[in-house]
């Protein structure tokens, strides 16, 4: 089970009853502070400022380059089965793949990941886990163009992850083409090769926080066709028949606050004489009872869904690209710059997001979309626990 | 900052600093009236795009299999000392006579008043430096310069045929002489002493059929290439670049390993026990450089480089000067591959942290450096990424 995120002191460790309070052991700020400071920034700010790379020595009055600056090294790490890095996932079957932390020299070696690459034979669905944060990075199995990039348009991430050697990571990575699927994950970021003890308590101090923001994505957990009063299956993607009406809930973790940045789209229609579904069209509820995030005409079916709500996929070197499972796809990942400008949206924890689709197209549209963000632990307003 | 990679711009750092603001408020609790008004030295920084020529030409005929020299030169505005210039974007365009396209090498160098710096180690394809309108070729950082400053550029034709050049850069200048007096942004020219974008492309005495800007990689080959960093600045790597091709007309199939010097663990984690392609390193194309994407007016592609958003999540690899970045190249197609690879990033000079002459450990260090950095800061020239890496 994931620790109880306000319990402890994230830069000390120690208990901590008071998330809204400096940690009376080591007068770190107030976990509210750190948030609001850390929310919400780019992709590699969460491990701190970054190296300086020009010192300035007013005692000489020379510049110097920094020595510490050469010991943040890229670091491309692959994601293996048994060793083997391209690995075969059998038709419709799920594989564990493990992304190895190796250390460099002794404990040296730490890791920040900034961005997620992938390449395959057909589509799949991934659900990565970090045993560094005890914590999965979505509800459920995502499929991969909505999570993966490739060196054209990484997959970035809403914020870094740090990790340390040896907590390698693991996935859980589903076939979608029916067909034998060769897979290559490829997790980009910077090793950090410092000894100072400063830096490096500083950054193990940042893989702490990392328990209290990380990115999410968030998939459908239920599906409803309101045509036919039938449930559907959602997981990993959502068959939308012919001109149905479809309610779509994707539900917020219950123990974290959801801060969405995009939602990505990679669906496709089996008509094949419209490769670009033109035909979809939706609205957005917080909550059954909660407010409208599209506003339209009553009698209307919502806005066009890639159009004008969900960032479409785009065609890159080496993704899957194409109409169905076993063709390939394209991939958007959070490369480009959200169509609400940067703007996000906080969800509270527990809450039933709800996208009514409506189809007026005349194939059946296969439903792959996901909300990304990032999850964002802390005391619960709505239980007195904030002030 | 609001957003973070979601928002981020494909924008320069301006060695000039903030943008000049728009709208400025007289307030009252300084004595002022309260009013809103429209800054007047807003007008007097315009967009420029100022093309290189030969000989006063432009478009200037570059024939097959020929080298020349283009030039610029930054002009004043009004005064004789006026019109300081931010150059933000490299284009260029190279056409034969029926209209179609051709790749051609440049190598950009900047003549300041005060220092000249050449911006890549050889030739670089036109590819991984400019682009077009289309998709610019931004800069990680600014140059600023003053007025009369010279711009030359090296440029090799490789398409064999005869090809009209024409070479741009675009940014912006500062026409009205309130910037231009002040000392401080004058001295902001002065960033060319410390750092500034650099392109090193593949370079090494004892390969010749491995340096230049096109080198050709036989069938199902394996090859070391070497990337050599100048001794006298280290290089801060933002990005790989490639626009490689292969005979057979397809996407290259060409797996790729990093290391720093021929010693050095390489960049890329793979397992333990090699099988299969994980022995050659991971997909170049796909993982690693970024591919060209198809633009008008370019042959096969422009570099996306800073034109999107950044990759790599803005984070910078260090090399010591005098070193050397070594790209192990495995072909696994049976069509040799020409490669145009370039490695883009910044040159940072300043001694190394052995010459000093007093201990920069301890708290007397923090304090200096912390000053260093403020000073750094105000002169605008911060560590680059913090100035923008990718923003």
């Keep these: ?37 850390q929310g919400g920034r780019d992709a590699v700010s969460f491990f701190g400022d970054d190296v300086p790379t020009l010192l300035y020595d007013d005692v000489n009055n020379a510049y110097y380059v920094n020595p510490e600056k050469s010991k943040a090294k890229w670091a491309w790490q692959t994601g293996q089965v048994s060793n083997q890095f391209p690995f075969t996932i059998t038709a419709n079957q799920t594989r564990r793949f493990q992304v190895k932390m190796n250390p460099d020299v002794g404990l040296r070696g730490d890791i920040e990941t900034c961005s997620f690459m992938l390449t395959s034979t057909g589509r799949l669905a991934v659900q990565p886990f970090v045993p560094l944060l005890d914590k999965y990075l979505s509800n ?42 060769t897979v290559s994950p490829v997790f980009f970021g910077r090793r950090l090769m410092d000894n100072g003890q400063d830096r490096i308590q500083e950054a193990r101090r940042a893989a702490g926080m990392s328990r209290f923001v990380h990115p999410f994505w968030l998939v459908p957990t239920t599906a409803f066709n309101n045509t036919t009063n039938v449930g559907i299956n959602p997981n990993p993607t959502i068959s939308i028949p012919t001109l149905a009406n479809v309610t779509v809930t994707y539900t917020v973790p219950s123990d974290a606050d959801f801060e969405c940045w995009y939602i990505l789209d990679d669906s496709s229609t089996s008509n094949g004489a419209n490769t670009e579904i033109n035909d979809l069209f939706a609205r957005i509820k917080e909550g059954p009872s909660g407010a409208d995030l599209v506003l339209a005409p009553g009698g209307s079916n919502g806005l066009a869904w890639r159009s004008f709500i969900a ?70 307003p709505a239980k007195g626990e904030c002030q | 900052m609001i957003g973070g990679a979601a928002v981020r711009r494909p924008r320069p750092i301006s060695i000039f600093g903030g943008d000049v603001p728009t709208v400025l408020y007289s307030d009252p609790a300084r004595g002022g009236d309260g009013t809103v008004r429209i800054n007047p030295d807003k007008s007097t920084v315009q967009w420029r795009w100022i093309s290189a020529s030969v000989n006063g030409i432009t478009p200037f005929a570059l024939p097959s299999g020929a080298t020349l020299k ?9 005064g004789s000392d006026e019109g300081d210039f931010e150059t933000a974007v490299l284009m260029s365009r190279a056409i034969t006579g029926a209209g179609a396209t051709g790749r051609i090498a440049i190598q950009p160098r900047v003549n300041s008043p005060t220092i000249n710096r050449i911006l890549a180690n050889d030739v670089i394809c036109h590819n991984l430096i400019a682009g077009t309108s289309q998709l610019p070729g931004v800069l990680p950082q600014a140059i600023y310069s003053l007025p009369k400053t010279s711009w030359d550029f090296v440029t090799e034709n490789l398409a064999g045929a005869d090809l009209n050049v024409q070479l741009a850069l675009h940014g912006r200048q500062f026409t009205g002489c309130s910037p231009c007096a002040d000392p401080v942004y004058r001295a902001r020219a002065e960033h060319l002493r410390w750092f500034h974008p650099y392109w090193i492309g593949p370079q090494d005495a004892s390969q010749a059929d491995y340096t230049g800007p096109e080198v050709t990689l036989a069938a199902n080959r394996s090859t070391n290439i070497t990337f050599p960093i100048p001794s006298d600045a280290d290089f801060l790597m933002l990005a790989l670049l490639d626009d490689s091709t292969s005979a057979g007309g397809g996407e290259p199939s060409l797996y790729a390993q990093v290391t720093e010097n021929a010693t050095s663990r390489g960049l890329v984690d793979l397992p333990n026990t090699n099988v299969g392609a994980s022995s050659l390193g991971i997909s170049w194309r796909d993982f690693m450089a970024i591919p060209t994407v198809s633009v008008t007016g370019f042959p096969g592609g422009v570099v996306r480089a800073w034109s999107f958003a950044p990759n790599n999540g803005g984070i910078a690899h260090l090399v010591p000067r005098n070193t050397q970045i ?66």
């Design chain 1, 1 to 37: 089970m994931p620790p109880n995120a306000p319990a402890f002191c994230p830069f000390c460790g120690k208990p901590r009853s008071n998330d809204m309070r400096p940690c009376p052991s080591c007068a770190g700020p107030s976990l509210r502070t750190v948030l609001s400071e």
């Design chain 2, 70 to 78: 283009a030039s610029l030169t930054v002009p004043t505005t009004g």
């Design chain 1, 311 to 380: 960032s479409p996929t785009v065609p890159v070197t080496g993704f899957p690209s194409g109409g169905t499972n076993s063709a390939t796809g394209g991939i958007r990942a959070a490369s480009l710059p959200s169509p609400a400008g940067g703007f996000t949206h906080l969800f509270k924890r527990g809450t039933d997001i709800q996208v009514t689709f409506v189809s007026t197209d005349t194939g059946t549209i296969t439903l792959r979309s996901a909300f990304v963000g990032l999850l964002v632990y802390g005391g619960d």
């Design chain 1, 140 to 181: 459920g199995l995502v499929p991969s163009s909505l999570m993966f990039g490739t060196a054209q348009l990484q997959g970035l991430l809403a914020q870094t992850i740090y990790s340390i050697p040896s907590f390698d990571w693991w996935a859980d990575a589903q076939d979608l083409s029916a067909a034998d699927n």
């Design chain 2, 326 to 391: 070594i790209i192990r190249f495995t072909s696994t197609e049976a069509n040799a591959i020409t490669l145009r690879v370039a490695i883009f990033g910044i040159l940072v000079y300043g001694r190394q942290p052995e010459d000093r002459t007093t201990s920069m450990d301890g708290r007397g260090n923090r304090e200096r450096v912390e000053q260093g950095e403020e000073f750094l800061r105000r002169m605008g020239l911060t560590s680059a990424f913090k100035q923008g890496g990718p923003q």
